[in-house]
């Protein structure tokens, strides 16, 4: 069975600092690999997605992931932060039919 | 295009008492989610519909738990009776095909005293 390990409950970086959300997967074949956004009240926004090919994929709002099967890891980072990207992030891992697995999120506090 | 619909947004009930939320999923979208999100965890899956069908329910705790898709389109979950470990934010996704992105609603939050 698939799981997902987000390492770190909180983060928090000053504002214009660069930002590394760790992402660890277990799963048995190559994973379709996602990371959310969620701001308190709201739902969860998908930020990118990773299916196959380049194992760096762009997202949006300026984030990037980069898929390592070596390590099985997906790391979201992006190279500076903005205020308004305090929230929480998941890290999810799905097979196909779009079965999701989440890790327990990330919160990203912002420090101006 | 309109989003996932949820009602109601926020839910306060009494143990063994029974509670039901509504989703209106994005007009089109075959597949429909109900996630079960508790305080300081991430989202779990509770039921995956395809149209009418149920395809996933393995982690729905069916003793109290139902859910259903009427029609292939609007959905319910419902649970009766509630136990105090049942507060969480329940979520509706849905997506146009089963391998393609699931966009989430706002979410009800249920407290149950």
């Known amino acids: 069975a698939q799981s997902v390990t987000q390492p770190d409950i909180h983060i928090t970086v000053s504002e214009g600092a660069s930002l590394e959300l760790r992402c660890n997967y277990s799963y048995g074949a190559t994973p379709y690999l996602f990371w959310y956004v969620q701001s308190p009240g709201q739902g969860l926004q998908l930020l990118l997605k990773y299916f196959s090919g380049d194992t760096l994929v762009q997202g949006i709002k300026g984030f990037e992931a980069e898929f390592k099967r070596s390590q099985s890891s997906f790391n979201l980072r992006k190279p500076s932060v903005h205020w308004s990207d305090a929230a929480e992030y998941f890290c999810?891992?799905?097979?196909?039919?779009?079965?999701?697995?989440f890790g327990a999120g990330t919160i990203l506090r912002v420090k101006s | 295009e309109a989003g996932v619909a949820q009602s109601p947004r926020y839910k306060i009930i009494e143990k063994r008492q029974s509670v039901a939320f509504w989703c209106n999923p994005i007009?089109?979208?075959?597949?429909l989610y109900w996630y079960q999100q508790i305080l300081g965890q991430g989202p779990k899956l509770l039921i995956q519909?395809?149209?009418?069908?149920?395809?996933?329910d393995s982690q729905l705790p069916k003793d109290r738990f139902s859910a259903e898709r009427l029609k292939g389109v609007d959905s319910t979950l419902k649970i009766q009776p509630a136990k105090l470990e049942d507060s969480a934010v329940y979520l509706c996704a849905s997506s146009l095909t089963r391998d393609t992105e699931a966009f989430f609603g706002q979410g009800t939050r249920l407290t149950v005293v």
């Open positions: 519909f395809q149209n009418n069908g149920v395809v996933d």
């Open positions: 999810a891992v799905g097979a196909y039919g779009n079965k999701l697995v």
């Open positions: 007009s089109g979208h075959a597949t």
